[in-house]
């Protein structure tokens, strides 16, 4: 086949996942190919994930990789895919390559009732051009060594190696993190697998392979971890912290091993990828500085099927409502419209539904609680007119979601 032949694009079999990682390797060399094929066969969800790749004369020259997540908001299950290892052979790169791969990648997506898809990348405007919009998240950095000691509960403070991480991490993730308003699910199952994927992996793997964990009579009650942030150059993040309800104390005694283990592992700044109400952000953000990291992305795949998926949410959120309102949510990624009223909300095929044109940005944003209508209106995300964006106000409600980092996607 002449390399001047159009390219084939396809999903990847596994024959393929040696020319992959030959590729991957090539532009991510500091990432020990082991850990790059442990993502590939070992993720926790691999029979849900797809690799998709272009060739030319019967070469592999682009790649993308995307890996499922079922995201929890509130009572809501969402079908969410992480976008990772994109990359175009050097000789290959400007022929639109990567972008085919991508939309043979999002038909998949359509086809297999994902809701969403995110990423984090520092490109924006090579997938702002296939629809994804920038999400904004506030981050805490503090210095490390201006972090008080704040244990004091006394519980038994002990290193637990990945390779032995329990799987009734599933029920303090379950009752603790995962009750916050957008959270990834984690089972039993989850857990039991999560350890082959994660062992030795720089990107996604915890620091030194190690969870902090805090025991009461022998049992395992909260669990920490640390990683190298993905953000900034030389910190390290703290990005999971739970405990069970009842021993919220032993968070502490937790934060101050963490916080050593930072110092340790040489971060000038203690990155806090945590919710807003976490108890280590209450305590520290006071002597941290903000930022707004600007790296992840996100694209609604279906918007009908997220819309229909969240209607419990918005039932509850509805009775409210002074009188019945149709609302149509139209966007370069899909329209849909809702008609609301007397606690119930249903998708409408309305004519006569108010108009709401949003961004891909303000979409995702709006609809997974990261940011309120009126700042989205006032940001130029949502244009509508005042009574539509209280509406859509009353209906999505901005959480200041967070999602837990321990497997970034």
């Not at 998949?108 to 702002?128: D, E, K, N, Q």
């Not at 329209?335 to 961004?359: E, H, K, N, W």
Request: charged share 20%; glycine share 8%.
């Amino acid at each position: 086949m002449p390399e001047d032949a159009a390219p084939a694009v396809r999903a990847l079999s596994n024959r393929d996942i040696p020319a992959a990682l030959d590729l991957i390797y090539a532009e991510w060399a500091k990432i020990p190919r082991a850990c790059q094929e442990q993502m590939i066969r070992r993720d926790p969800w691999r029979h849900r994930q797809r690799s998709f790749g272009a060739f030319v004369g019967g070469r592999l020259v682009a790649h993308a990789r995307f890996h499922y997540r079922p995201v929890r908001i509130n009572r809501a299950i969402l079908r969410m895919v992480g976008v990772c290892e994109v990359v175009t052979h050097p000789d290959y790169r400007r022929r639109g390559l990567g972008h085919r791969v991508l939309k043979a990648a999002l038909q998949w997506m359509h086809s297999s009732g994902v809701h969403f898809t995110m990423l984090y990348t520092g490109v924006h405007p090579f997938y702002a051009a296939l629809g994804w919009g920038t999400l904004a998240q506030d981050i805490c950095y503090v210095p490390a060594g201006s972090i008080p000691q704040l244990g004091e509960a006394g519980y038994r403070i002990a290193h637990l190696p990945i390779e032995q991480t329990p799987p009734t991490f599933a029920t303090i993730y379950q009752q603790s993190c995962g009750q916050h308003p957008i959270s990834l699910l984690r089972t039993p199952a989850y857990w039991r697998n999560w350890p082959r994927w994660a062992k030795g992996n720089l990107w996604f793997g915890l620091l030194d392979d190690l969870w902090t964990v805090a025991s009461k009579d022998d049992t395992v009650v909260a669990y920490g971890g640390i990683q190298r942030s993905i953000l900034k150059d030389g910190s390290v993040g703290i990005v999971e912290a739970c405990a069970l309800p009842g021993h919220q104390a032993a968070l502490f005694d937790i934060h101050d091993d963490l916080i050593a283990r930072c110092r340790q592992a040489g971060g000038d700044l203690v990155e806090l990828n945590l919710p807003p109400d976490h108890p280590f952000v209450s305590r520290l953000a006071p002597i941290g500085r903000h930022t707004i990291n600007n790296n992840a992305m996100v694209r609604v795949v279906d918007l009908p099927g997220l819309l229909d998926v969240l209607l419990p949410e918005l039932n509850d959120r509805s009775s409210t409502l002074r009188a019945p309102a149709r609302v149509r949510l139209e966007s370069d990624l899909g329209s849909a419209a809702l008609a609301a009223g007397a606690g119930s909300v249903t998708l409408d095929d309305s004519t006569q539904a108010s108009r709401a044109s949003l961004t891909p940005a303000g979409l995702g944003s709006l609809l997974l609680g990261f940011r309120a209508a009126p700042e989205l209106a006032a940001q130029g995300e949502i244009e509508a007119k005042p009574a539509v964006i209280e509406l859509l106000d009353l209906l999505f409600p901005c959480q200041r979601s967070h999602y837990w980092q321990i497997d970034h996607f």
